[in-house]
């Protein structure tokens, strides 16, 4: 399954439909000629290994744990697979619509193993991998693609580069097509003004510019493995420290279906510190994500104007650190555009006292069906004020995120996945 970026209406891609057959089960129908990169055939088979793999795997940080009301599959056929779940889950869709859902060929994969980098990767989705480098990413339209979204160009190159100024620099000389994230501050601030100057709405270099409202989320975490984590007085001295910043009042977004306003904005800033000695934290930041040591240091001025607090910044790659910060700065996109998906970190780990009240909210929120609509509103309002009383996850800013592209180079809005990624398949050259 998937959806138009940003939109809550499930869509059929590799399925032809899927649907409820039952209260605890979700039967998906494929689309007809299904077959992967290698050419090896597609069936119910191959979608019952993927996920059961992804399970299994439970990779920190995906999005397996949507998963978790899942049973058992059945395939009765090649192209029928049967999902039963352990309970009523309305949302279980949804799940087929993240990562952890994608299919991959049993013929290929490790049933218990994550693939190695230095292995092809095969999918049988609208582009395949040609290369993959640290950098560096080739792909090739893949011309027996069935699904909702083919791809529009032949090949395509994906790059990431080091720094605000080297994409400044690709964007001035006129070497990247599209420019996605990764731009500082300071330079959004001056293409927008020569947007604004320049008589046909584009940079000095000639590259539109396009606007996605509030996608750019940053919260900071609580590391479930934090000795400081239970010490609630300062998770409160936290909170407040940062509450004269924060322009994000809850968990789940504005925009997102089910948003309350849960966490105070503005007013007073200054905590009650309740402990003589300066407590020693450490505060996490992805080096990659744009702005993101200023972003970090400015957390940590504020936490340390406390009085209570002494912080050290380290950069930290969240997929591979094998000692957490205490505190990390997350600039992520929910998997999906629902409430679950973007509440999915405090889900997994909300404080200790809290998690069989959390873990019923869930419960009740995946359990609501078609008129049962306000028991799920109430859920999730529930979750949301429960998470504000927790503060081990806490909102900061929610802000645009902007796509910059060259010259007869376009980028609609189905170019990008259910939760704003980056998606690739829907960009083309015109002309």
């Known amino acids: ?251 789940v977004p504005g925009g997102i279906p089910n948003h309350i306003s849960a966490f105070p904005l503005g007013g007073s800033t200054k905590p009650d510190v309740t402990w003589s000695n300066q407590i020693r934290l450490t505060l996490g930041y992805d080096p990659t994500m744009p702005d993101g040591r200023d972003i970090a240091t400015q957390v940590r001025t504020r936490l340390e104007d406390s009085g209570g607090m002494s912080v050290r910044l380290r950069a930290v790659d969240p997929t591979a650190d094998a000692d957490p910060p205490d505190l990390m700065v997350l600039d992520r996109k929910a998997w999906t555009s629902t409430g679950l998906a973007w509440l999915q970190p405090y889900l997994q780990a909300p404080l200790p006292a809290s998690a069989g009240d959390v873990a019923e909210l869930e419960r009740q929120y995946r359990g609501a069906g078609i008129g049962e609509e306000a028991d799920a509103t109430r859920a999730m309002a529930s979750l949301q004020r429960q998470a504000a009383s927790d503060l081990v996850l806490l909102p900061l800013t929610q802000s645009d995120e902007y796509v910059f592209t060259a010259p007869k180079v376009e980028v609609p809005a189905n170019s990008f996945g259910p939760g704003w990624q980056l998606g690739l398949w829907g960009m083309f050259r015109a002309g």
């Not at 209406?9 to 649907?19: E, G, H, T, W, Y």
């Open 1 to 251: 399954m998937t959806a138009e970026p940003g939109q809550a209406v499930l869509k059929p891609d590799a399925a032809k439909d899927c649907l409820f057959t039952a209260d605890t089960v979700y039967t998906c129908t494929l689309n007809p000629n299904l077959v992967f990169h290698n050419g090896h055939e597609l069936t119910s088979s191959d979608v019952k290994f993927s996920i059961q793999r992804a399970l299994r795997l439970d990779v920190p940080g995906s999005s397996a744990p949507l998963l978790s009301t899942l049973r058992r599959i059945d395939t009765p056929d090649p192209s029928t697979v049967r999902f039963v779940l352990s309970r009523v889950d309305t949302q279980f869709g949804w799940a087929l619509a993240s990562p952890a859902a994608s299919i991959v060929d049993e013929e290929v994969y490790d049933a218990d193993e994550v693939r190695p980098r230095d292995q092809p990767i095969v999918g049988s989705g609208p582009f395949a991998v040609t290369s993959l480098a640290d950098d560096e990413l080739r792909l090739q339209r893949n011309a027996t693609y069935v699904g909702r979204t083919p791809a529009r160009m032949d090949v395509v190159l994906y790059r990431t580069v080091a720094d605000s100024a080297a994409l400044e620099d690709a964007v001035n000389t006129g070497t990247a097509d599209v420019v996605w994230r990764g731009l500082s501050a300071a330079a959004i601030t001056r293409y927008t003004r020569q947007v604004t100057v320049n008589g046909d709405g584009t940079t000095d270099a000639g590259y539109g510019m396009q606007t996605q409202t509030g996608t750019r989320v940053l919260m900071l975490a609580w590391s479930a493995q934090a000795k400081r984590r239970t010490d609630g007085d300062l998770r409160n001295a936290i909170a407040v420290s940062l509450q004269g910043d924060r322009t994000l009042d809850s968990l």
